[in-house]
């Protein structure tokens, strides 16, 4: 019987594994929806192979004590669009907790999770960063859907691209923008989505050590390594470190 594109793909990422040295073993969240989650995972064929529990050579080995910089360099993705937003936001004039905050707010998508990005960036930074600067991501993924002509904010073209003319943002996030609304870091948030920029300069190359004195005074760097700190995100950083390891 001819295999469906999900054996495929579960037969070739079965072949990988077998490549390493140790078996590899995908957590729900990446492939649930690829494959139905209550459907027991393909027998491993395990031969005497021990499982991934630390660093995976598929990716560059990070350094012993991480730093927000090297996430940025060993696990984000593409970083132009918050590079070109926290430029936007210092030529802007706006303070240095925003420029950071604009640095970090996609941190998520970059390099751990897309749904709930504000919710899940503000987590990660949360230990390390002023109450403000956490607030403010957290809430812009809401304020995104928005407009506030007062700061000259709109609902964004690509939003209508992306989701649909008729896209309405579920009860829940309506809420959340009521009460960021009437927050008073409202507008810290708010100039996070003004220096959002969306369609960047693909020419414009900003470099990451523009920001480094804007995070050397702004964010606290843990002295063992993000991951390796005992914050209450740590874990975060670890996953995303080790993002195949078994448990
Ligand atoms: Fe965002
Ligand atoms: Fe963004």
Known sequence: MAMTSL?????AEHAMSQELDRIVVKSVIYTSGDRDPRQPLPPQQSQGKLYMMGHDPRLPRMP????????????FGPSAHVLQSARLARKNGVSEKIVLACLLHDISVMGF????????????VEPYVDEEVS?????HQVLRFFADEAYGYKYPDSYI????????????????????????????????????????DPNVKVELEEFTDVVGRHFRQPKEGLGFDQSPSAHMWRTMNHPTKYL
Not at 64 to 75: A, I, M, N, S
Request: charged fraction near 30%; aromatic fraction near 18%.
């Open 7 to 11: 054996e495929r793909a579960e037969a």
């Open 64 to 75: 012993e004590k991480p730093t927000l910089f090297d996430f940025f360099k060993y696990r």
């Open 113 to 124: 999770i897309r749904g709930d990005h504000g919710y899940w960036g503000a987590q990660l």
């Open 135 to 139: 607030w403010a991501i957290r809430h």
């Open 161 to 200: 691209r992306l989701f649909g003319a008729d896209y309405q943002p579920e009860p829940h996030i309506q809420e959340a923008y009521r009460r960021a609304r009437e927050h008073k870091w409202y507008e810290t948030c708010r100039l996070i989505t003004v220096n959002d920029l969306y369609a960047f």
